[in-house]
Each structure stands twice: as C-alpha cells, then as structure tokens.
C-alpha cells in the first residue's frame, strides 16, 4: 500500500499507519478524498432539536456537504437521531453536545460563547426578519472568518436566549402560503449554498494536517471493530 503517495500533505502517527494497512486500497482512496473536502470553517448548531428524523436528515446533509463539526444544544430536549435517516452519517461527524447536566451556565450562551473564543462569527437562521437586529438572506452573507449557523427546534424555533444574544439573522425567502420551511429542509439549504459559495474563495477552508491525522485515526478505529487488538498486538511485537 503506497502511503507516501495519498498521505503526503499530512504526516501520520504510527498508529494511523497500522490501522491504514487493514483496510482496502480502494477504502483507504474513499476516506482521505472525503477527508481532504472536510471543513471546520462552516459549522452548524442545532438548538433544541426533538424529532429524531429531523436531527438525522441534518447530520446527513452536513455530511454530505462537507462539514466536518456539529453543536447540539440539548435546552429541553436530548438530541437523537434515526440510522435509516442518518445512513451513518453520524459517526463521520464530529459532534459536541451542550446542555445543562454537563456546564452550569445556559448551555445556548456556553455554546455561543464558546464558538466566538474560536473566531466564530454566529449567525441565527430565522423564518422572518428579527426586528433591532441585522438581517440578511444566504446570498448575501460574505464567508470572510469562520462561521457557525444556528437553527432553532421545531415547534418554537430559536430560544429567547439565542435571539437576545445574537445580533445578525439570516432568512431563506419563501414564496408560498408555509410561513417556514422544516428545519431539515432549511439545513439542507443553508449548508449547499454556503458551502459550495466557500468552494468558490481562495480561502483556505480545509483542515490542518493535525487535524486530518486526528480524523483519519478516529475514522479507521470506526471502520475497523477489532482495531484495539490490532493495536496491541503489534505492541506486543515490538517488545
């Protein structure tokens, strides 16, 4: 297996180049191209989400448009999701979860917060304009610093906490007589349009050569089950 030859923009841990040689050429081809159009400069947050097939169908449109991190705000409701919906798409993913049995404060503001540490800029994805507030549609949106997009549970849409905090709100123009569109479909939108926009820049939105390592690794422990026996084994050899 030529390793120099698909691996060399980003160096490997010993450990990542056991576990490369248990899987196929033709697998190992369909990681790292998948893993070189990941992105952590478009990110994602899911307030409140209940309905499991709703949480599914983002994570798999997240995955399918290269977004490689995930924030699940749990206010009220505990995120599941459905593996017909899903396809597996979850476990490709990266996903943070915040809710107030793990951090004291509001588990929306520790999010947000936290994102804007990183050099988020946060945007509230809304039905109808948010009054006092800037407001934008997708088109309009410059992708000039990281950025994180945040969409509401279904019945209610985005917490009163998340509205006062926020300041810029981005609608998906409707035409019709639904005053919304469900939050899947909007998901679905929003990622297509922003990343395939992000595609078009000379930014540099892929990952850092660190951050490919890290993935491949927890993507092979994901592809292979015995992989901490083929772990140990070759430690054992070396002793």
Same mark, same amino acid.
């Given at each position: 297996?030529?390793?120099s030859?698909d691996?060399k923009e980003f =160096?490997?841990?010993? &450990?990542?180049?056991?576990l $490369? !040689?248990?899987i196929s050429?033709?697998r190992?081809?369909?990681?790292?191209n998948?893993?070189?159009n990941?992105?952590r400069?478009?990110t994602?947050?899911l307030e409140?989400i209940?309905?499991p097939?709703?949480?599914?169908?983002?994570?798999?449109?997240c995955?399918?448009?290269?977004?490689?991190?995930?924030?699940i705000?749990?206010?009220?409701?505990f995120?599941?999701t459905?593996?017909?919906?899903?396809?597996?798409?979850?476990?490709?993913?990266?996903l943070y979860r915040?809710n107030?049995?793990i951090y004291?404060?509001?588990?929306?503001?520790?999010?947000?917060n936290h994102?804007?540490?990183?050099?988020?800029r946060v945007f509230?994805m809304s039905?109808? =304009?948010?009054?006092? &507030?800037?407001?934008?549609? $997708? !088109?309009?949106?410059?992708l000039?610093?990281?950025?994180?997009f945040?969409?509401?549970s279904?019945k209610?849409g985005?917490s009163?906490?998340a509205?006062e905090?926020l300041?810029?709100?981005?609608?998906?123009?409707?035409?019709?007589?639904v005053?919304s569109?469900n939050?899947s479909?909007?998901c679905a939108?929003t990622?297509y349009?922003?990343?395939q926009?992000?595609?078009?820049?000379?930014i540099e939105?892929?990952?850092?050569?660190q951050?490919?390592e890290?993935i491949?690794?927890?993507?092979l422990?994901?592809?292979?089950?015995?992989?901490e026996l083929?772990l140990?084994h070759y430690?054992?050899?070396k002793i």
């Amino acid at each position: 297996m030529n390793l120099s030859r698909d691996t060399k923009e980003f =160096p490997l841990t010993e &450990k990542t180049r056991i576990l $490369l !040689e248990f899987i196929s050429e033709k697998r190992k081809e369909r990681l790292l191209n998948v893993l070189s159009n990941r992105t952590r400069f478009i990110t994602v947050v899911l307030e409140d989400i209940f309905d499991p097939h709703n949480g599914s169908a983002c994570l798999r449109s997240c995955d399918a448009n290269g977004i490689q991190d995930i924030h699940i705000i749990e206010r009220n409701n505990f995120f599941t999701t459905k593996e017909g919906v899903s396809m597996g798409s979850g476990k490709w993913l990266s996903l943070y979860r915040y809710n107030q049995n793990i951090y004291k404060e509001d588990p929306t503001l520790y999010c947000f917060n936290h994102l804007k540490s990183k050099g988020y800029r946060v945007f509230g994805m809304s039905s109808y =304009p948010i009054e006092g &507030k800037k407001n934008f549609t $997708l !088109e309009e949106i410059v992708l000039d610093c990281p950025s994180a997009f945040v969409f509401g549970s279904e019945k209610n849409g985005l917490s009163s906490t998340a509205l006062e905090s926020l300041d810029t709100f981005i609608q998906i123009p409707m035409y019709g007589f639904v005053e919304s569109y469900n939050i899947s479909v909007a998901c679905a939108i929003t990622v297509y349009t922003l990343t395939q926009k992000l595609r078009r820049t000379n930014i540099e939105w892929g990952l850092s050569s660190q951050e490919k390592e890290m993935i491949l690794f927890d993507w092979l422990k994901k592809d292979l089950p015995g992989y901490e026996l083929i772990l140990k084994h070759y430690q054992k050899d070396k002793i």
